[in-house]
């Protein structure tokens, strides 16, 4: 493995805000110590989960900011830098290693579709414009091209990259990747973005996991990260009984109106009724949960015995 620094849950932090869209700073500093408070070994900043998209470069720099301040050293930050062009990217990661991230992570710029060629270009740039570790944010329905095995083990050979998230939702990449690091000798941390396959996150050589849902349920999946490692299999089922339960959060709003934003209204709502955060909107022009819509989520929480902070 790599970078030993980074392992286990890594949790894609949510961005609390108000009605204003203002970052909710109280909240997320809540939600920050609600992560620690149950074993996660690392966090993701502005990332998806984040709704980075709909934030102002200098929010996503204040958010990541406020996150390596609250954890004050005690797990490892990772800050999404992503842009839709290398040299937009290159601007906001040196924003933001200023502010003490362990790592940043970019996806290949998104909106338009690029050659691999200029997908291994575009790291190499932002890697030699910034001395800290850089990982590449594989999510190809996010950006239309995928990194391949070969770009990915290139890029981890020349040094330009330490680790990879790969959320293209087939874990073939990582075991590509496996196999490549094997036969190649070059070193990478691999993670998984994935709230459902954590069980097997280890068996496709994975050294952690990215799971959005850990925003609500961190302790469980902490839970199942170590029950990997001994080879706790009755355990992990048991357990992943909670995180299908736990999933239902994301799914309170059905068909058509049913949107991937709609899965962080649940989250958010759901945080809100644990008492972790304030304020459940979302970024326009998504929109919070009804009540009718969020009426099952007392029920939800009540099945998964979380201890908030």
């Known amino acids: 493995m790599s970078d030993s620094l980074f392992k286990g849950i890594i949790t894609p932090l949510l961005t609390p805000i108000d009605q204003q869209e203002k970052i909710d700073e109280k909240s997320l500093r809540k939600l920050v110590k609600y992560q620690l408070s149950n074993g996660v070994h690392g966090l993701w900043a502005s ?32 800050g999404n830098v992503t842009m839709p062009s290398t040299r937009l990217t290159v601007e906001l990661a040196k924003q933001s290693i200023g502010n003490g991230v362990s790592a940043i992570a970019a996806t290949p710029p998104y909106f338009f579709s690029h050659t691999q060629t200029e997908i291994a270009d575009h790291y190499r740039a932002i890697r030699h414009s910034v001395d800290v570790p ?18 990915v083990a290139t890029l ?15 874990g073939e990449l990582l075991t590509e990747l496996h196999i490549l690091r094997d036969n190649m000798g070059f070193d990478l941390c691999s993670t998984l973005g994935t709230s459902v396959r954590v069980g097997v ?28 490692e001994s080879s706790n299999f009755e355990k992990i089922k ?10 239902q959060l994301g799914l309170l709003r059905k068909p058509p109106e049913s949107t991937q934003g709609s899965i962080f209204s649940g989250y958010k709502k759901a945080l809100v009724e644990l008492g ?28 998964l015995n979380i201890n908030n902070v």
């Open 47 to 78: 990332g998806t989960s984040s709704e980075f998209p709909a934030l102002r470069e200098e929010e996503r720099v204040k958010t990541i900011q406020l996150v390596v301040d609250e954890v004050n050293g005690k797990v490892p930050v990772i």
């Open 134 to 151: 850089l990982w590449i944010y594989n999510i190809p329905i996010m950006h239309k091209t995928p990194v391949s095995p070969s770009t």
């Open 156 to 170: 981890a050979s020349e040094g330009v990259i330490s680790g990879i998230k790969d959320s293209s939702g087939t």
């Open 201 to 228: 996150a280890l068996a496709l050589g994975a050294q952690g996991v990215v799971p959005a849902l850990a925003n609500v349920i961190p302790g469980i999946f902490v839970d199942i990260w170590n029950s990997s």
């Open 238 to 247: 048991l357990l992943n009984e909670k995180v299908m339960t736990a999933l």
């Open 276 to 303: 972790i955060i304030e304020f459940d909107f979302v970024t326009k022009p998504h929109k919070p949960l009804t009540t009718d819509e969020a009426k099952e989520i007392p029920s939800i929480l009540s099945k």
